[in-house]
Each structure stands twice: as structure tokens, then as C-alpha cells.
């Protein structure tokens, strides 16, 4: 009998994928008690190929759905035998023991999801932007406890909450996660967080950070029409064309201690802040607009429907 389906959505990752698979066939939970269900989401690099040759996995692909993760892991969830859903970034990196505490952890608290903890892989190498990177995204712990939403880096749900609730929004390539479980808490699923439960995270470097920030801007008009706050959060964006306030630098250093931080160092990371705000207000505005035009299009289509309506209604 299969307790948990582990499921992994991966683009153009054979690098990464081939580590993450390795660290969960190693695992120490029983490996009858497992599934591991990969989605291909239409890679070009050879991940699938490579992905087709490996035993002890489900392989599928999402085609219809390209650059979106949320439609990719919506087709693992539908085929899962799990009673429990793991969901798991290709560039994360399971402890051994990953799968025996977050089993553990459901047995012994009364939450219906949890995050577990994200630990960055500087790669032995630390650059202002890993180092950006490290302490402003996927803070599951500070998240949950703060917002009551989490993300799907390393994010454990009982799969009777997505029978209750609904799969994730499909074609949504950002965001999907924190609407997803804001969804979930705001209709009494409790959310839990496991540190016990690790995984390692390569962290990104300039290139990446900065495509994940627009992509994050992006989406995040769409999840504020979700909880109602669009007019309120649409006054905010305009800040970020302002350089970062020395304190909140400060303040977000303090998440990761185990940095030596140099005054260059620092330096470098106020930059790529100030850098990296400007890229997610023009993800805002881009989000804006495809919001705009998608209620613009809706709104016609209605139009026309209620026009055909009244046609015929008078034929």
C-alpha cells in the first residue's frame, strides 16, 4: 500500500533532477510505502529522455500547459495512489530521513498540509544574488506562521484536501501555491511547519533570481484579485522604483547568520535588491495588464453571449 506520492514538476533540470531522484531512492522510509511521480513539462535539454530510462518512477508529461509547474504537478496528483501528496521542486534536494519525519510528522500533529524546511545550496560558491535569494524567497517558516500560505519547494498535503478543494488553477505559471493554501486556511485546513522535514535548494544566480522576480510580480495581481486586496496592493508597486531603506537590508541579513558578510558583500546585495525590485514592478505591471485584457476579454465574450440570448429570445 502506497502512503505518500512524491511529486516533482521539471523543465530543462537533468542536472538537478538527477540528484533529487538519487537523494529519494537512498531515502529511509520503506520503499514499498512510495510512489515518485515525475511530470515533464516539455524540456528540450534531454531531462525527459534520460527522465524515460530510469526505473522505480512514474514518468508523465504536460504538454497542454507549457511553463506552468501548477498544471504539471495537477497531473501527478490525479494519478497519485498516496493517501498523502508531497510535492517537491526539481531543484530541491531531500535529507535521507525527508520522507520518515514528514510521514512522522502527520502522525503526530493534526494539520491537513505543512511545509517543511527549505535550505539553500550555495554550491560552495556565495554571490550577492544566491545570497538575495537565500533570505527573501521561499521563507516557508516565517510565511506560514505570518500569512497562514506556503509554497511548493517542500510542501506535504493529505489528498483528501485537493478532493475537498480543488486541484491548483490550471496554466498559471506563479503564485498558484500561496493562493492555493491562502484557499485552503482561509476555509479551516490547518497548516503546519515541519523543520525536521529538510531539503536542500540550489540557490539562483543573478540571471535566474531575476526571472523568478518578474515571474513573481507577475502573478501576484491575479492572487491579489484572489484575497480581495487588488486596489489596496496596486498603490505599493510604485514604491519599489525607490532604493531599498538601509534598514530593511539590515533586517533581512539577520535571517541567514551563518554568512560572513563583508562590506562588499553587503554592498553587492543592496544593489541586486534595489535591482531586483525594479524587475518585479515591471512583472506587476506586466501582470496588470494581462489581468486587465483578460477581464476586457471576458467581459466581451459575456456581451456577445447575452446578445445571442436576447436574438433569439426576440426570433
Not at 290 to 296: D, F, G, Y
Request: one cysteine or more; a positive charge.
Amino acid at each position: 500500500m502506497i502512503d505518500v506520492s512524491v511529486i516533482i514538476p521539471v523543465f530543462n533540470d537533468l542536472k538537478a533532477i538527477k540528484l533529487t531522484l538519487e537523494a529519494l531512492k537512498k531515502q529511509t522510509y520503506p520503499k514499498d510505502k512510495f510512489e515518485i511521480i515525475i511530470v515533464d513539462n516539455g524540456s528540450t535539454d534531454g531531462t525527459f529522455e534520460w527522465l524515460s530510462q530510469q526505473k522505480g518512477i512514474i514518468l508523465l508529461q504536460e504538454i497542454n500547459y507549457l511553463n506552468s509547474p501548477y498544471s504539471a504537478r495537477n497531473r501527478g496528483i490525479e494519478i497519485a495512489n498516496g493517501a498523502i501528496i508531497a510535492l517537491l521542486d526539481s531543484t530541491c534536494v531531500p535529507n535521507l530521513d525527508w520522507l520518515e519525519k514528514g510521514v512522522k510528522f502527520f502522525h503526530t500533529n493534526q494539520d491537513d498540509l505543512f511545509g517543511g524546511n527549505v535550505i539553500f545550496n550555495f554550491e560552495e560558491k556565495i554571490t550577492a544574488a544566491k545570497v538575495y535569494d537565500s533570505i527573501t524567497n521561499i521563507q516557508m517558516e516565517r510565511i506560514i506562521k505570518e500569512r497562514n500560505v506556503a509554497v511548493t519547494a517542500n510542501l506535504w498535503i493529505k489528498k483528501h484536501v485537493f478532493n475537498e478543494i480543488g486541484l491548483f488553477v490550471e496554466g498559471i505559471r506563479s503564485g498558484e501555491d500561496i493562493a492555493w493554501t491562502g484557499r485552503c486556511t482561509s476555509q479551516g485546513y490547518q497548516l503546519g511547519y515541519c523543520e525536521h522535514c529538510i531539503t536542500y535548494k540550489f540557490a539562483r544566480d543573478t540571471k535566474a533570481l531575476l526571472k523568478k522576480r518578474f515571474r513573481t510580480g507577475k502573478g501576484a495581481p491575479r492572487i491579489w484579485k484572489t484575497q480581495d486586496t487588488y486596489r489596496e496592493k496596486l498603490k505599493h508597486p510604485f514604491k519599489k522604483l525607490f532604493p531599498p531603506r538601509p534598514g530593511y537590508i539590515k533586517k533581512i541579513l539577520k535571517r541567514n547568520r551563518d554568512i560572513k558578510y563583508t562590506p562588499l558583500l553587503i554592498i553587492r546585495i543592496y544593489l541586486i535588491a534595489y535591482l531586483a525590485r525594479i524587475i518585479s514592478f515591471c512583472g506587476n505591471i506586466s501582470g496588470c495588464l494581462c489581468l486587465w485584457a483578460q477581464t476586457k476579454r471576458g467581459k466581451k465574450n459575456k456581451d456577445e453571449d447575452n446578445t445571442g440570448f436576447i436574438s433569439k429570445t426576440e426570433n
